[in-house]
Every structure is written in structure tokens, then in C-alpha cells.
């Protein structure tokens, strides 16, 4: 059973940072990033490692930076710039060729 283990979110001001990290069980995969989620609205990939590509959402190009550490099976989600928009849940995602695993989710609020 795949195990994603996250840390980070809260709190934070518009204009602010945050440093989400996601710790994977595994080290082969198809796919590992991060997804949001904010209320009423859909989940959709904020960021992620894409069959050995990096992709961003287009609301989050040039604020926010994915970077991963191989040692540690570990991603990272840098948020810099925020704002009240990128309030929501953030989950990692994890694709192992067969199936989607999911983290249990942090909440990023950011206010006004």
C-alpha cells in the first residue's frame, strides 16, 4: 500500500509563503504533485512531475515551484505570492502506472 505523508499549509497573509512537503512510500511512478481543491469547486493539478516533466497550472506559473529530493521520495510544493484565490485543500498525488493515491489533504488559507 502506497503511503503519502504530508506537512505544511496553515495560515498565511496575501503576498505570503508557504512550503508544502509530501513523503512517498514508493520511488517509481508515473506521476507525483500536488492538487487543490477550494470549496465548491473541482480539484485540479496545481503542479507535478508528469512522466519526467514539470507541469504548473496556469494560475500558478511564476509563484509557485515544484521541486522533489530522490533520496527522501519526497516533493515539495513552494508557494510564494499568495493570495486569497489559492485558498483551499491541497493534496499530493501520487500515479504508480496503475492507480492514483492521494495524501489526506492540508489546508491552505491564505486572508486578505
Known amino acids: 500500500q502506497v503511503q503519502l505523508v504530508e506537512s505544511g499549509g496553515g495560515l498565511v497573509q496575501a503576498g505570503g509563503s508557504l512550503r508544502l512537503s509530501c513523503a512517498a512510500s514508493?520511488?517509481?511512478?508515473?506521476?507525483l504533485g500536488w492538487y487543490r481543491q477550494a470549496p465548491g469547486k473541482q480539484r485540479e493539478l496545481v503542479a507535478g512531475?508528469?512522466?519526467?516533466?514539470?507541469n504548473y497550472a496556469d494560475s500558478v506559473k511564476g509563484r509557485f515551484t515544484i521541486s522533489r529530493d530522490n533520496a527522501k521520495n519526497t516533493v515539495y510544493l513552494q508557494m510564494n505570492g499568495l493570495t486569497p484565490e489559492d485558498t483551499a485543500v491541497y493534496y499530493c498525488?501520487?500515479?504508480?502506472?496503475?492507480?492514483?493515491?492521494w495524501g489526506q489533504g492540508t489546508q491552505v488559507t491564505v486572508s486578505s
Open positions: 512531475f508528469i512522466r519526467g516533466r514539470i
Open positions: 498525488n501520487l500515479n504508480d502506472g496503475f492507480r492514483d493515491y
Open positions: 514508493i520511488s517509481v511512478f508515473s506521476m
